[in-house]
């Protein structure tokens, strides 16, 4: 099974609640797979992948959970069979004293096989219960082991972001519920097929008047777990939307625009509508499963009764005595209640197994999408980095963000890529780093193509500082540190390099600060102070090749100045890819590059791009005219 391309519609269409549709309500077709035959189909490849995963998880406490209710059921069958005994010396002739002392020996071997039946239970139990916790942890480790190694592009496509979330909702704990109703199922099952191979026994015609009887209730809890199935998938991504919604209205970085905004009514009407929708299916479903439940119950009943009836002709008729019919009832009465159990965790297998099995879809969703791991390892540094006729476009957009880019770094230069927003010059920075794969063209490293070095080590070589940096809710170390090992001297240099040295003397506990209003000692920066400490990341990493997007865009006059400084003294044994608005510190560049609608339209040095009178010289005039203009106001 596999994820298929959804139709993109942003029109709003009707569903079958007679809702209009936005873009986050619309169908997914994959809603045939949740048929009962494909199902039942699917079950074993899930309840296999299931037990792997325990067996993974623990060995000890799969065996045992599975092995002691197989061997709990044989004592089932051993208990039903020893109480025909009971009720033979009971029904024969004679004084009672004499029958109730004949009975004694099958009494104590059926009290005996209970109490080794719950024992043994009760083992398994546990077993189930340590099982829980690790195969939970190891389900959602595996799906962030993925997470975190997928392209980059993964993250732009709203396919692969409603199956994780799925895969985080519901497969990940449904996981465990697989596990579970799996050793449930096998209990059931061993039940029943003890007290089947016990009515067998005591005459062939019993043993199909048990499954008779469980049948309507079977088929009524599976239809109505598809129901609610069904209904999860159909509003995943209304659930995303109700999410993101509920993190606007309730987390620290918005709040202070819901504010000033007074967005509050707008985010709550949003939500109110998205909640509605949901509710109104969610009502839908428990009108559905009530009429199902009820005509499961109506149809246990009577068959129910009808073998009560039968059992009652077989007495009548003389086919089967008294105390196999009194043996009969409590086995159909065991067979019922293992039965009923079986079912109850088949359905409950069924539900889990829906969701187990998105979670196993979004995997391998995620396991196609990580890079290939290459054994050539990126080169120490380079002479030279020559980008070749890039062209990329982002998943899902009309247009491409960069066309036919050609581009030459040399080693210890500072190249600027200049341009109007939305030009690619960011898009350009991640295909150079590495974060993204051109869909055609390359970039070389001297004679390496990058596309053909191993990804993790090429990004261990290139700095990269984000426009969008993260404002990492760590200590001050640890968002300078970025999980590398700290040596004292260098996170100095790194901090004096960005100017976050001052931040940091200002921190009550320096380096130590935590971060993160949001928890007791937590700290708060500025727009400036945490990109100062962004910058002092980018200079700790140490790389050759350096990326720096926006460095300065909140940075006061003289912060920023200081840093360009240091920028121009780092490139001299490093690269530095700069990308800035402010022109006046971009004239220093070695080379400049200047995007238009992602091509390159100009290049050269300052002096000769103002020359040549195109985009860039007209830019830098508009900023320099901007300061000429007010002439009175200037110092001297
Ligand atoms: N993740 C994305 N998915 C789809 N389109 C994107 C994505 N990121 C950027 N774009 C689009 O690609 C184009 C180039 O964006 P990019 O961020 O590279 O521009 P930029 O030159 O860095 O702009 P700015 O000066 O505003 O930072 C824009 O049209 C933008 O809308």
Not at 184 to 200: E, I, K, R, W
Not at 236 to 251: I, N, P, T, V
Request: hydrophobic fraction near 45%.
């Amino acid at each position: 099974m596999r994820f298929r391309r959804r139709n993109r519609t942003t029109a709003p269409a009707a569903d079958q609640s007679g809702l209009a549709l936005r873009y986050w309500e619309i169908h997914d077709d994959r809603f045939r797979s949740a048929g009962l035959v494909t199902m039942a189909r699917r079950l074993p490849t899930l309840t296999g992948a299931a037990l792997r995963l325990a067996w993974q998880a623990d060995r000890l406490d799969t065996l045992a959970a599975l092995g002691l209710n197989l061997i709990a059921g044989v004592f089932t069958a051993f208990g039903l069979l020893a109480t025909t005994g009971v009720l033979q010396s009971l029904f024969a002739g004679g004084p009672s004293a004499a029958r109730v002392r004949a009975a004694l020996p099958a009494l104590i071997l059926v009290a005996a096989a209970t109490a080794v039946r719950a024992g043994l239970l009760a083992a398994a139990g546990w077993a189930q219960l340590r099982l829980k916790p690790r195969v939970e942890r190891l389900a959602e480790t595996r799906l962030f082991r993925l997470t975190t190694r997928v392209e980059l592009s993964a993250f732009d496509d709203d396919e692969f972001h409603n199956a994780m979330q799925r895969a985080r909702d519901s497969g990940v704990p449904d996981s465990v519920t697989v596990v579970e109703m799996t050793v449930n199922v096998l209990t059931g099952a061993v039940g029943v097929v003890a007290a089947a191979a016990t009515l067998g026994v005591l005459h062939p015609v019993l043993m199909p008047l048990l499954l008779i009887t469980a049948l309507p209730d079977g088929w009524a809890a599976l239809r109505a777990a598809r129901m609610r199935y069904l209904a999860f998938r159909r509003m995943s991504r209304a659930r995303r939307r109700k999410y993101m919604l509920s993190d606007l209205m309730a987390e620290r970085p918005p709040a202070a625009e819901v504010r000033a905004f007074g967005l509050r009514s707008f985010l709550l009407g949003e939500y109110d509508r998205i909640a509605d929708a949901e509710q109104r299916v969610e009502l839908d479903v428990a009108r559905q499963q009530t009429a199902t439940r009820v005509a499961g119950d109506l149809l246990t009943g009577t068959t129910t009764g009808l073998v009560y009836a039968a059992l009652g002709g077989l007495l009548a008729a003389g086919i089967i005595p008294l105390a196999v019919t009194g043996t009969a009832v409590l086995a159909i009465r065991a067979g019922q209640s293992s039965l009923a159990a079986l079912m109850q965790a088949l359905n409950k297998l069924y539900e889990a197994g829906l969701y187990f099995g998105d979670y196993l879809d979004f995997c391998a969703m995620a396991r196609e999408r990580v890079p290939a791991r290459r054994a050539p390892t990126a080169p120490e540094s380079f002479g030279r980095i020559t980008a070749e006729r890039l062209s990329f476009t982002y998943p899902g957009a009309g247009t491409p963000a960069l066309c036919d880019v050609d581009l030459t770094i040399r080693r210890g230069q500072v190249i600027a890529l200049v341009g109007e927003n939305g030009s690619g010059k960011t898009t350009l920075a991640k295909l150079l780093a590495g974060l993204y794969a051109p869909d055609s063209g390359t970039v070389r490293w001297d004679d390496t193509d990058i596309s053909a070095i191993d990804g993790d080590t090429l990004r261990e070589r290139i700095a990269v500082i984000a426009q969008d940096h993260t404002r990492w809710p760590l200590t001050v170390r640890d968002n300078i540190l970025m999980g590398r090992a700290p040596e004292e001297d260098r996170l100095a240099d790194a901090t004096r390099a960005a100017g976050a040295d001052q931040v940091v003397a200002r921190l009550p506990q320096g380096y130590d600060t935590l971060l993160d209003r949001r928890f007791e000692g937590g700290h708060e920066l500025s727009g400036g102070q945490w990109q100062r400490i962004a910058t002092a990341r980018g200079f700790y990493r140490d790389a050759p090749l350096m990326i720096f997007d926006e460095p300065t865009s909140a940075l006061d006059a003289r912060a920023e100045h200081a840093l360009f400084e240091r920028i121009r003294d780092h490139a001299q044994d490093r690269t530095v890819v700069l990308i800035t608005h402010r022109l006046a510190s971009v004239r220093y560049a070695d080379h400049i590059y200047v995007l238009d609608a992602g091509r390159v339209t100009e290049h050269g040095t300052h002096a000769e791009l103002i020359r040549e009178e195109g985009l860039y010289a007209q830019l830098y005039e508009l900023q320099a005219a901007a300061y000429r203009a007010a002439p009175d106001l200037q110092p001297g």
